[in-house]
């Protein structure tokens, strides 16, 4: 709650209105109801706008019902709501541009850490990337991006393939699939977000619950 405290206080103050996107609130006849108190607790906390307003929005999307904004900087609900939609596409534009980066950023890694893991007589071949334009990035205007795929090689013969599959993964901060001769495995960061140290473990589709942490003995041993 404290954390919803400080984001309206620092979106009122800069675009003069709030959108209680998380849903951590009250509900808006309890809010209209203690608007008094309300403005109170967050002019205590910071805010340094005028007089608030709450009022619905013609068409609930993206989880918000209703806008908190200062009249003193924009007129009405109406006016409100497209400042609102401006600010969330950038700083969602902004948001999902950074994850692309990121997740680029720790592919490119996990390729050079694989080139120091190798056995002597295995080398990396590149592969044509693999385009990148997820859902997220289509509704925020992230342009595609690339993302590196290649292959494990003994000579010409194809030990493993390594090839992203996404960033946007369920109970994951991104997936590669690894693919050998006799069997698949699913490489997933299990790390937080923006963390600066992926933490790889991999599994096989029949055995989802066994994650294991990839380390250069276990990427030989697949290797094998």
């Given at each position: 709650?404290?954390?919803?405290?400080?984001t309206?206080?620092?979106?009122?103050?800069?675009?003069?209105?709030?959108a209680?996107?998380?849903?951590?609130?009250?509900?808006?006849?309890t809010?209209?109801?203690?608007?008094?108190?309300?403005?109170?607790?967050?002019?205590?906390?910071?805010?340094?706008?005028?007089?608030?307003?709450?009022?619905?929005?013609?068409?609930?999307?993206?989880?918000?019902?209703?806008?908190?904004?200062?009249?003193?900087?924009?007129?009405?609900?109406?006016?409100?709501?497209?400042?609102?939609?401006?600010?969330?596409?950038?700083?969602w534009?902004?948001?999902?541009?950074?994850?692309v980066?990121?997740?680029?950023?720790?592919?490119?890694?996990?390729?050079n850490?694989?080139?120091?893991?190798?056995?002597?007589g295995?080398?990396?071949?590149?592969?044509?990337?693999?385009?990148?334009?997820?859902g997220?990035?289509?509704?925020?205007?992230?342009?595609?991006?690339?993302?590196?795929?290649?292959?494990?090689?003994?000579?010409?013969?194809?030990?493993?393939?390594?090839?992203?599959?996404?960033?946007?993964?369920?109970?994951?901060?991104?997936?590669?699939?690894?693919?050998?001769?006799?069997?698949?495995?699913?490489?997933?960061?299990?790390?937080?977000?923006?963390s600066?140290?992926?933490?790889?473990?991999?599994?096989?589709?029949?055995?989802?619950?066994?994650?294991?942490?990839?380390?250069?003995?276990?990427?030989?041993?697949?290797?094998?």
């Amino acid at each position: 709650m404290t954390q919803a405290w400080q984001t309206a206080v620092s979106r009122l103050n800069q675009i003069g209105v709030f959108a209680d996107e998380e849903r951590v609130l009250a509900s808006l006849p309890t809010l209209r109801g203690e608007l008094t108190t309300f403005e109170s607790t967050l002019r205590s906390k910071g805010y340094t706008g005028g007089a608030l307003e709450i009022d619905e929005i013609d068409q609930p999307r993206n989880g918000v019902t209703f806008l908190i904004f200062d009249k003193a900087k924009l007129s009405d609900v109406h006016s409100a709501e497209v400042a609102w939609e401006h600010e969330y596409h950038n700083r969602w534009h902004k948001r999902v541009q950074d994850s692309v980066q990121d997740w680029l950023k720790r592919l490119h890694s996990l390729k050079n850490t694989m080139q120091g893991w190798l056995p002597s007589g295995l080398s990396i071949v590149d592969r044509p990337p693999i385009p990148m334009n997820e859902g997220l990035m289509r509704k925020f205007s992230v342009p595609p991006a690339d993302m590196p795929t290649f292959d494990v090689q003994k000579g010409s013969n194809r030990v493993m393939r390594v090839q992203p599959k996404g960033l946007w993964i369920i109970g994951a901060n991104g997936r590669v699939d690894l693919t050998t001769a006799t069997a698949s495995y699913i490489l997933v960061d299990q790390s937080p977000q923006f963390s600066g140290a992926p933490d790889w473990r991999y599994y096989t589709s029949v055995n989802k619950r066994q994650l294991t942490p990839l380390d250069r003995a276990h990427f030989v041993n697949l290797l094998n």
